[in-house]
């Protein structure tokens, strides 16, 4: 079965500082995608970034970027120049796809806290 | 564009009774997603809809639940009759199918159960 796991409950950054928040995976099938969600303390579920299992090159988008490490199985997102609206939950999902099936499987989450 | 939405933001019902939750996905959406946090623990999905058809319904967790999509346009939850256990965020997600693959998600509807 497909599994994320994220063993980060919680992780501190100060504005202007990178963050890495961790994210393994588990899956048997060779075809899948990865992504990142922002959820602040609103409540709304944010696309960040996504990763597909054959992309060459580690995805970005603007401060986000994803290092992917296929044999190591994990899709750590990065923060670049932490801002002090970046502070939310971040939640890594992988996407499995079968011919019944199309769903995402959440990790439980990392707490990201930017203090100035 | 209007995003996803969903109704109510907020419900607070007694063990026993029976509430329904609504979704809009996003126009022109043919996949709907429900998917449920349990405070403190990972979102779970529940089911998945193409249009109106139930494309993968191996989340719900018993019987209490009953989501419908009627003419493929908005969906809605309902359980009846409502545990304490049924607690927590109920998201709604939508995508366009399945040459993309971004679910944009609503707000989600806080469910407590007292």
């Known amino acids: 079965a497909q599994k994320i796991t994220q063993t980060q409950p919680g992780m501190f950054v100060q504005e202007k500082e990178a963050v890495t928040l961790d994210c393994t995976y588990d899956?048997?099938?060779?075809?899948?995608?990865l992504f990142w969600y922002k959820q602040p303390s609103s409540g709304e579920m944010i696309f960040l970034i996504y990763?597909?299992?054959?992309?060459?090159q580690n995805a970005t988008e603007g401060r986000y970027s994803l290092n992917f490490q296929k044999a190591r199985k994990s899709a750590n997102l990065v923060i670049s120049a932490s801002q002090l609206g970046d502070s939310a939950m971040y939640f890594c999902?992988?996407?499995?796809?079968?011919?019944?099936?199309?769903?995402?499987?959440f990790g439980t989450g990392t707490r990201l806290q930017v203090f100035p | 564009e209007a995003g996803v939405t969903q109704f109510p933001s907020h419900s607070v019902i007694e063990k026993g009774q029976t509430v329904t939750l609504r979704c809009d996905p996003i126009?022109?959406?043919?996949?709907l997603y429900w998917y449920r946090r349990v405070m403190g623990k990972e979102i779970k999905f529940l089911l998945h809809f193409v249009k109106e058809s139930k494309q993968d319904e191996s989340g719900m967790p018993n019987n209490r639940f009953l989501a419908e999509r009627t003419g493929g346009t908005y969906s809605t939850l309902k359980v009846q009759p409502a545990e304490l256990e049924d607690s927590g965020v109920y998201f709604c997600?939508?995508?366009?199918?399945?040459?993309?693959?971004?679910?944009?998600f609503g707000p989600g509807t806080r469910l407590t159960v007292t």
């Open positions: 999902a992988m996407r499995e796809m079968a011919y019944n099936t199309d769903k995402l499987i």
């Open positions: 126009s022109g959406h043919d996949n």
């Open positions: 997600a939508s995508s366009h199918g399945k040459g993309t693959y971004e679910q944009y």
């Open positions: 990763q597909g299992s054959y992309d060459q």
């Open positions: 899956t048997s099938d060779p075809s899948y995608g």
